[in-house]
């Protein structure tokens, strides 16, 4: 079974800070991991997803997001945070399962951009 | 990318009536749709899985005769919710993709109120 850890409920940065919101998952077979967003009232945008090859993966609106292994993380960065990411952002994890796989969301964490 | 449209966005009903929820893939042949709950400040829940032609696949503790799925073609899935009570009020969001390890798409999500 696959579980989906995200530290911290709430995370609250200046404008131009650095983003740092954490994931750490459990799977037992190699997972796929994704981040997404969601605004108030809307569904779930992908920001990014990891599923195989280089562990450094880039997003948009400028987050990436690091695939480490050993650490069982895949930790969300964005080097300066900008008004408009406030929301809410989801991690995801998905075992290659093939048409069973399904996804194990995160409890999420509220980002607050201040000024 | 690929566009789900989940209709209505908002819907408020008495107790007691049944409410239908249609989620659409616009662009895309969706094989597997995912029907989600989400409590205020909370993750998501997975309530089922349906694949086209077949019955839906209920998460444990989902009732299925008060959610009932339908995935009657490629395009289409619906929700219906049956004898709605208060605790039934929440967010709903669909999701659909084309295969088993492809990505999967979210509609924008419908705001149940019972009342």
């Known amino acids: 079974a696959q579980s989906v850890t995200q530290l911290g409920s709430h995370v609250s940065v200046s404008e131009g800070a650095l983003v740092l919101l954490r994931c750490n998952y459990s799977?037992?077979?190699?997972?796929?991991l994704f981040w997404y967003v969601q605004y108030p009232n809307q569904g779930l945008q992908l920001l990014l997803k990891?599923?195989?090859?280089?562990?450094l993966v880039k997003g948009i609106n400028g987050f990436e997001a690091e695939f480490k292994k050993s650490e069982t993380s895949f930790h969300l960065t964005k080097p300066s945070a900008h008004m408009s990411d406030a929301a809410e952002y989801f991690c995801?994890?998905?075992?290659?399962?093939?048409?069973?796989?399904?996804?194990?969301f995160g409890t999420g964490t509220r980002l607050q951009v201040t000024l | 990318g690929a566009v789900v449209s989940q209709h209505p966005s908002r819907v408020i009903c008495k107790s007691g009536t049944s409410v239908k929820i249609e989620c659409r893939s616009l662009?895309?042949?969706?094989?597997?749709m995912f029907w989600y709950r989400q409590f205020p400040k909370q993750s998501l829940m997975l309530m089922a899985t349906?694949?086209?032609?077949?019955?839906?696949?209920?998460e444990q503790g989902v009732e299925k005769d008060k959610f009932l799925i339908n995935h009657a073609s490629l395009t289409l899935s619906t929700l219906t919710v049956t004898s709605a009570h208060p605790e039934d009020s929440s967010f709903y969001i669909c999701?659909?993709?084309?295969?088993?390890?492809?990505?999967?798409?979210f509609g924008q999500g419908t705001r149940l109120t019972v009342v």
């Open positions: 999701s659909a993709r084309t295969g088993g390890n492809t990505e999967a798409f």
């Open positions: 799977s037992s077979v190699p997972p796929y």
């Open positions: 990891y599923t195989t090859g280089a562990t």
């Open positions: 995801a994890v998905r075992t290659n399962t093939g048409t069973a796989s399904k996804l194990t």
């Open positions: 662009d895309f042949q969706a094989t597997t």
């Open positions: 349906s694949n086209e032609g077949s019955k839906a696949t209920y």
